[in-house]
Each structure stands twice: as C-alpha cells, then as structure tokens.
C-alpha cells in the first residue's frame, strides 16, 4: 500500500468534526518532516514494515501521521498510538533517508503527546509507574533490586524456580531473558563509592568520568570493570561521579519527556567538571547526546545540553581516537561484530570497534552480512512488544555466521537479546562486549587467563 493510499479516514473518531492538533509542550519539530518527500528509500531499513509490509508501520507511514495530526488531519488515538508504539526507534531510516529526516526524533516526540492524552492504565500503568518512576531513577533501590537478584540466583532458588516449572507462570519472553540473565556482581558505583579518582596505571595523559549506567551497573557490571580497566591501562584517569542517575533513555522512549528532563538535568550537573563522558552502552550514549531536544523550550538549559553532549564519547571511539595500547595477549577466536542501532545510526560509530577487535591477536573476524539491522531489544521493546522483537531477532539470527565462536556488541540490551537468540536457535557463540575482549586480552598478557 503507498503512502498516498493510507486511508486515515478509516478511523471512526477521525471526522471533519472534532479534529485536534498537539495539546501539550515539547510537540513533534515540523522541521523534523519538513524535508520528507515519501520517496521510500526508508522502506528497506525497517524492520517492521518487513515484517508487516504495511505502510503504517514503515517510517514514511509513521511521517505521514504524525504530520496529519499536527494539521488536524487525525486526532491522537490508537489508530494513531499502535504504529507511533510499534517503531523500534533503531534509527535506521535516517541512516538510510536522503534528506537526513530524524523519524527517530519525530517518533519519541509523538511518543510523549500520547502519553499525556492516552496514559497507561491498569496494570500496565502501575507497572511501568514502578518500574520507570519507582526504581531507574533511584540508585539505592536500583542496587536494592540487583540485590535481589543476585540472592535469587545464589542462594538456591533460581535452580528451585528452574527445577519445579514455577519459572513456566511467566510469558515465555520473560522465560527466555531469565535463561540468559547474566550472574549478578557487585556494581562498579557501590564498589568505588569511596575512591574520588581511580588512577591511571603509568603516566596519566587524561582524565574522564564514566557513565555506570543502570543495566549495565546492576546486571553488567563486569562489563563496567573491564571499562575502567581499559581506561586505566591507556592512561586515564577515571571518575564515577555518585550524584550520576539513569541516562533516561527507556523513559523518553516510553513518552515520559518529563521524568527524561528530570534526568537528563541531574546528569548535567553530575558530570558539569567532567572533560569527557565516556559511555559503554549505545542507547545511553545516544540518550546523553540527545538531552538537548529535551529542551527545545528551555534556551538555558539547553545551550548547558548542547555543551554536555559534547563531551559525550563512546568507550570504543574514545579509544579510536586518542590511541590505545595494541595488547599483546593472544586470543583465538572467530567472531563477528554486530552494530548496535544506537552506535551505529545513532553515533555513526561503526569502525572504531571493529579496528579495536582486529588488533588483538589471534582474532579471526567474520562478516555478518546486515551487520546494522536491529535485534530487536531496541530498550524494553522485547517487553512491551515481544511478537515482533522476537521476529526482529529471527531475521537477525539468520544473519549470524555459523561458524564463530563470538558475537561482539557494544550495547547491553543487545547482549540481552542475542543471547536469547543464540539460545532459542540451537547456537553455541559466547555474547561479548567489545571492551570486554581487549581487557582479557591485556589481562592474558600480564599471564591471567580470562578466555
């Protein structure tokens, strides 16, 4: 169906009476569509209009509509809320688009205008009020919440949950993540709350703060250790500024731009005396390097934004840039790299990591054809969406060359989602994080074996 054949009319509250434009502050940018011509050259990219074929689900599609409502054409609804919802927001359109139009930005916007009409209810919305408002935003309960988790797989009651079939009460998606959920360790905040500045190990050439993250301090924290350890290595030294919270990312995707703000203002402020921000994970990085939209009408807070997201840097291209010690330890392995949505279209950061896992010894590096298509975790989309992430990720997985050993990433979520990939299809490659090899690597040439 083309784009002029989106019947918008087929919606019963869609009349000529009682049409409405955005109600509320922070309404999708007209210049973000402006240069849109609905040529398709978007069509291919998309992950669901592949696998729906339809044009409400393509990002021309999605365009169309969130333009309409702004012209009074469509009133906000769930005609208009399920496709806006059903976006991945993997921004491979844009990379994709002529015109550079962000559909990315458009949909987050929208996102936020729905909420405000259409909250969640039931228990949807006591659900996602304690998760996102109750927990992310609050490091105490987030590490409480880690907590948790690591007495459930200690002391004996995940085998038991495992063992009886109780796990089997929940979605099967939910039973899936918790088969690859990864051994829960101390985070990184917690464990140097009182170390103002970890060292460089030699002559100190920068230094930098690290953005610990959420998942990735409470679930990935070894992930964490080995960027700090990389860090030191090459000669920075490395500040985890406490006062830091969640990124916001899972928020401002949710359409909640006001928790996003709240954020994004305390993050600003966490890292205000930092020369570099240095992230490990491709939605986060992406988040900080978009607060400014967050603040399109706020002229002070956002020129402080613009300035921020500057310092913003992703561990791999931080290392591309400013030079790193080629490590001498051997690692033989055939592994792939897979681009994170954020890293790659949303940071154009697509070499650097793979130059990074070609200079450690013994690396065979395999090709994986579609190298950039989404998995699938875009966020919590594996949650709220789990029938199309799951066929995202089949699609993704038949692109995985058989014959590795290792799949690389540079995004928890991801690391998430292929393992729940690997799992699923009878696959055997180990999930790494790009930084993850090179400490090993460094860590087998002082003589201890991680690999």
């Not at 069509?43 to 309409?68: A, D, N, W």
């Not at 969640?120 to 880690?146: C, D, E, M, T, Y």
């Not at 170390?195 to 679930?219: I, N, P, R």
Request: hydrophobic letters at 35%.
């Amino acid at each position: 169906m083309g784009i002029n054949e989106l019947d918008l009319k087929q919606d019963p509250a869609c009349s000529a009476k009682g049409l409405s434009n955005y109600l509320w502050r922070d309404h999708p940018d007209e210049n973000k569509w402006a240069d849109c011509v609905h040529c398709g050259m978007c069509l291919e990219s998309c992950p669901t209009y592949e696998q729906t074929g339809q044009e409400q689900h393509s990002p021309r599609g999605r365009v169309h509509l969130i333009k309409s409502v702004a012209e009074g054409k469509l009133e906000v609804n769930e005609f208009f809320s399920d496709p806006v919802f059903a976006c991945l927001d993997c921004r491979a359109c844009t990379t994709a688009c002529p015109a550079n139009v962000d559909v990315g930005g458009l949909i987050e916007e929208a996102r936020g205008q729905i909420r405000q009409a259409m909250p969640l209810k039931g228990w949807q919305g006591a659900v996602s009020k304690f998760v996102l408002k109750g927990i992310f935003p609050h490091p105490n309960r987030l590490n409480a919440a880690g907590s948790l988790l690591k007495f459930y797989q200690k002391s004996g009651m995940q085998k038991a949950v495992r063992k009886t079939g109780l796990i089997k009460i929940m979605p099967d998606h939910l039973v899936q993540m918790e088969a690859v959920m990864p051994e829960v360790q101390e985070p990184v905040r917690k464990k140097y709350k009182n170390e103002q500045v970890l060292k460089a190990k030699g002559k100190s050439k920068a230094e930098v703060a690290l953005l610990t993250g959420c998942v990735m301090d409470v679930m990935f924290s070894d992930i964490n250790e080995a960027t700090i350890n990389v860090l030191r290595r090459n000669g920075n030294d490395v500040i985890i500024p406490q006062n830091q919270t969640c990124c916001g990312a899972l928020h401002v995707h949710a359409g909640d731009r006001e928790t996003g703000r709240m954020l994004a203002k305390q993050n600003i402020e966490a890292f205000r005396d930092a020369d570099k921000v240095i992230v490990n994970a491709a939605g986060c990085g992406c988040m900080l390097k978009e607060y400014s939209e967050l603040f399109r009408e706020e002229p002070e807070m956002h020129d402080k934004a613009v300035e921020f997201s500057k310092k913003v840097e992703d561990i791999s291209k931080y290392l591309h840039e400013t030079g790193y010690e080629k490590p001498k330890g051997e690692i033989k392995t055939r592994i792939t790299y897979h681009d994170a949505c954020h890293l790659a279209h949303g940071q154009n950061v697509r070499q650097e990591p793979r130059d990074i896992l070609l200079d450690i010894p013994g690396v065979e590096m395999v090709h994986m054809p579609n190298s950039d298509r989404c998995c699938g975790s875009a966020g919590i989309y594996n949650i709220t969406n789990p029938e199309m992430a799951d066929a995202v990720l089949e699609s993704k997985m038949q692109n995985v060359p058989g014959d590795v050993e290792m799949i690389s990433m540079g995004n928890p979520g991801c690391m998430l989602q292929m393992a729940m990939g690997v799992q699923k299809y009878g696959r055997n490659q180990k999930i790494v994080h790009t930084v993850q090899l090179l400490d090993w690597a460094y860590q087998k040439e002082d003589g201890k074996e991680r690999v």
